[in-house]
């Protein structure tokens, strides 16, 4: 069992900077893939970002590349996200997921989520 807790959300101007927090728990944290995911109103949930088992391979979609940063501190058990340079359409509930067991792009590959954090960037 893993349970899975968002932080770091919140308001803030385009262009400003946020780096949100999963926090996990249970055995298997250390034993999958990770990602974020996000979804903005009227909008299908979309692949963010992901991360592996180690951390040694990172994967971004192309339109947070450059701008977002994932990472894990498997000995804190947390995954974070890094945002940059933030624009109004990154407006979105953001969610962690964990265990990946297929392709980090798809949200059915990953077994378990968390309640979403909320990112909202004014313009």
């Known amino acids: 069992q893993v349970q899975l807790v968002e932080s770091g959300g919140g308001l803030v101007q385009a262009g400003g900077s946020l780096r949100l927090s999963c926090a996990a728990s249970?055995?298997?944290?250390?034993?999958?893939?990770m990602g974020w995911f996000r979804q903005a109103p009227g909008r299908e949930r979309e692949f963010a970002a992901a991360?592996?088992?180690?951390?040694?391979?990172?994967y971004y979609a192309d339109s947070v590349k450059g701008r977002f940063t994932i990472s894990r501190d498997n000995a804190k058990n947390t995954m974070y996200l890094q945002m940059n340079s933030l624009t109004p359409e990154d407006t979105a509930v953001y969610y962690c997921?964990?265990?990946?067991?297929?392709?980090?792009?798809?949200?059915?590959?990953?077994?378990?989520w968390g309640q979403g954090t909320q990112v909202t960037v004014s313009s």
């Open positions: 997921a964990a265990d990946n067991r297929g392709s980090y792009l798809l949200s059915r590959s990953y077994n378990y």
């Open positions: 249970g055995r298997t944290f250390s034993s999958a893939g």
């Open positions: 991360i592996s088992r180690s951390g040694g391979s990172t």
